[in-house]
């Protein structure tokens, strides 16, 4: 059946059990036999952990974002994709992560590897930990670039790199992102959908889709930051002509901007409020 993957359970190096699964099928906890142990430790020895498409995990509320990933992937250093992907497992105010790689290619969060066609989950906020807990801890960028990062987002209302967040994150760059927002009055930003922390030395480039009544914008969706030293050349697209907030910076701005630019393309229709910079 060509829908249907094999997955080999294996014990003592020999394999004792193949279960044709489809590709749902393996985003969904129950469907492994009781010796596939999931769990939420960040960088437990053992077990997996599947993200789910609101942020919560192991299918605690929501059907599963990505197929399982070992919970000893996590790190606080990021280097690979799952590890960025795997934040969600800490978002306490103590999380100090690091970018260690020049370069960091998310292009397999367009349905490929562990992902959806729904794309990469946001980190914070929405349904995570314990219901919409924000990322709160400290993202150092070191330059480093993210790149290809895809979203196709139709369950959250904040939707970016992070969904919702109030950490200090800085010298980031993010390119070639493209993120949408299908629910109404969704947050969207290709950093963050909601913002309330320090956003310093920040830069992004790539695409930005809202739906019904969208808060969209080219870095953060609805800022109530301190948003310094960042830019944006963005494609911020409203499609709502009845309603919504655009902005080449951030869709709607009750924080602070300092010495920051947009440069992007941002598109309204009817009584839409759009901005070039807010």
């Known amino acids: 059946n060509s829908d249907k993957n094999s997955v080999g359970f294996g014990v003592n190096n020999r394999t004792v059990r193949q279960l044709g699964l489809s590709t749902a099928d393996m985003m969904d906890s129950t469907m492994y036999p009781t010796g596939f142990t999931f769990a939420t430790t960040a960088g437990a020895s053992t077990g997996w952990v599947i993200v789910d498409l609101d942020g919560s995990l192991n299918n605690a509320s929501s059907s599963g974002g990505t197929t399982p990933m070992l919970l000893s992937e996590y ?165 709502d002509a009845a309603s919504g907030y655009a902005g080449g910076l951030t869709g709607y701005n009750d924080g602070i901007i300092r010495s920051s630019s947009a440069s992007g393309i941002v598109r309204g229709q009817g009584d839409s409020e759009i901005g070039g910079l807010t």
């Open 75 to 239: 790190s606080q250093n990021i280097v690979t994709p799952h590890q960025l992907q795997l934040m969600e497992l800490n978002l306490d105010s103590s999380a100090d992560y690091s970018l260690e790689t020049s370069h960091l290619n998310m292009g397999a969060t367009n349905g490929r590897d562990v992902w959806s066609p729904a794309g990469f989950i946001p980190i914070g906020g929405n349904n995570a930990g314990s219901g919409g807990t924000y990322f709160d801890g400290y993202f150092r960028g070191n330059g480093g670039t993210i790149a290809n990062l895809f979203i196709n987002d139709t369950t959250n209302s904040y939707v970016g790199l992070f969904g919702e967040t109030d950490a200090l994150i800085e010298n980031l760059n993010l390119t070639n992102f493209r993120v949408s927002a299908s629910v109404s009055s969704a947050e969207v930003g290709t950093l963050a959908g909601y913002a309330d922390g320090w956003i310093t030395r920040v830069n992004a480039d790539g695409v930005v889709t809202g739906s019904t009544d969208p808060y969209a914008g080219g870095l953060v969706g609805y800022n109530d930051s301190l948003i310094t030293n960042s830019s944006a050349a963005v494609t911020v697209n409203d499609p």
